[in-house]
């Protein structure tokens, strides 16, 4: 259930209004990594979640960015007031100010319109609270992006309360992720085939060029084997065929469902005993007819 209250989460004080810098703030209300796609994500995933517990953390969240789109919203249709009536505002975004009378709708900061495309939705709880964390940083950037874009005091408290929010919540949901007390890299029910998970491939040969002009600092390739991925990760170099190396350990083997670690807290039919599931093959009985 839903219920509006008549009052913002965070009071929004502008000083002078912005039009150009309303228009960038559309990113976060109708953008990829905006408001609306975090609260339709979140309250989606919790529809779909069968601990309680953390069903609950989706909806609260999913809820407090509807709040936050509210906020947003509010800033940005101070920003965007001139536009009503001021022909050189109109021109910061004609589309917002000719079809949107000035007001702010559902596009990005470049006039795309809001779609579902940008929800990561997967009925697997552990694998969608990993995407809700990366949503989380995604969000945290741009609005520390947008701070950086604007002198105006009452704008800069606003996005500085947002974009505290989003980290609290980036903490909320790795501690979601850990109450599932699952292996760090346990997804699913399938473990990876034991060696072949553990092999990081060098895929590149040459030598490293770190300056974008072909200029004269390059690093021989020999000091990947010193990068943290390629040990302290417990992952294990291997060269390629063509460079002399054993390449990947290929050997056929077969997925065994059942054998990763899950939890009690995973969507079913996850987190339960579910072995192999039965495959139905379309038969003759489909050719007779
Ligand atoms: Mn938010
Ligand atoms: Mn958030």
């Given at each position: 259930m839903y219920h509006h209250v008549k009052k913002l989460m965070y009071t929004v004080q502008v000083g002078t209004p912005d039009p150009r810098f309303g228009n960038m703030l559309l990113e976060q209300f109708g953008?990829?990594?905006g408001e609306l796609a975090a609260a339709m994500q979140y309250s989606i995933q919790g529809f779909n979640c069968e601990d309680p517990g953390c069903k609950d953390l989706l909806m609260d969240i999913g809820t407090e960015e509807l709040s936050h789109l509210e906020v947003v919203g509010a800033l940005i249709r101070m920003h965007l007031k001139p536009m009503k009536t001021d022909r050189a505002a109109a021109e910061a975004d004609p589309l917002v100010a000719?079809?949107?009378?000035g007001g702010v709708s559902l596009v990005n900061s470049v006039g795309d319109a809001w779609t579902a495309d940008y929800l990561k939705i997967t009925g697997d709880l552990a694998v969608d609270l990993r995407s809700n964390i990366a949503a989380e940083a995604r969000a945290k950037i741009v609005y520390e992006r947008l701070i950086s874009f604007t002198d105006d005091k009452g704008s800069k408290q606003a996005l500085q309360f947002l974009m505290t929010r989003e980290i609290t919540h980036m903490r909320a949901f790795t501690a979601a992720l850990e109450s599932m007390?699952?292996?760090?890299?346990?997804?699913?029910i399938i473990k990876p085939t034991p060696g072949l998970v553990d092999q990081y491939f060098n895929a590149s040969t040459g030598e490293?060029?770190?300056s974008e002009n072909g200029g004269s600092e390059n690093r021989k390739?020999?000091?990947?084997?010193?990068?943290?991925?390629?040990h302290n990760s417990g992952l294990q170099l291997v060269d390629s065929e063509i460079e002399g190396g054993e390449g990947l350990d290929i050997t056929p083997y077969d997925p065994q469902p059942g054998t990763e670690v899950t939890s009690k807290k995973d969507s079913t039919p996850v987190g339960?005993?579910?072995g192999e599931r039965k495959v139905k093959t379309p038969g003759k009985k489909l050719k007779a007819s």
């Amino acid at each position: 259930m839903y219920h509006h209250v008549k009052k913002l989460m965070y009071t929004v004080q502008v000083g002078t209004p912005d039009p150009r810098f309303g228009n960038m703030l559309l990113e976060q209300f109708g953008g990829a990594n905006g408001e609306l796609a975090a609260a339709m994500q979140y309250s989606i995933q919790g529809f779909n979640c069968e601990d309680p517990g953390c069903k609950d953390l989706l909806m609260d969240i999913g809820t407090e960015e509807l709040s936050h789109l509210e906020v947003v919203g509010a800033l940005i249709r101070m920003h965007l007031k001139p536009m009503k009536t001021d022909r050189a505002a109109a021109e910061a975004d004609p589309l917002v100010a000719i079809a949107g009378g000035g007001g702010v709708s559902l596009v990005n900061s470049v006039g795309d319109a809001w779609t579902a495309d940008y929800l990561k939705i997967t009925g697997d709880l552990a694998v969608d609270l990993r995407s809700n964390i990366a949503a989380e940083a995604r969000a945290k950037i741009v609005y520390e992006r947008l701070i950086s874009f604007t002198d105006d005091k009452g704008s800069k408290q606003a996005l500085q309360f947002l974009m505290t929010r989003e980290i609290t919540h980036m903490r909320a949901f790795t501690a979601a992720l850990e109450s599932m007390e699952k292996p760090r890299f346990s997804i699913g029910i399938i473990k990876p085939t034991p060696g072949l998970v553990d092999q990081y491939f060098n895929a590149s040969t040459g030598e490293s060029d770190t300056s974008e002009n072909g200029g004269s600092e390059n690093r021989k390739n020999e000091t990947l084997g010193g990068e943290p991925w390629t040990h302290n990760s417990g992952l294990q170099l291997v060269d390629s065929e063509i460079e002399g190396g054993e390449g990947l350990d290929i050997t056929p083997y077969d997925p065994q469902p059942g054998t990763e670690v899950t939890s009690k807290k995973d969507s079913t039919p996850v987190g339960e005993d579910v072995g192999e599931r039965k495959v139905k093959t379309p038969g003759k009985k489909l050719k007779a007819s």
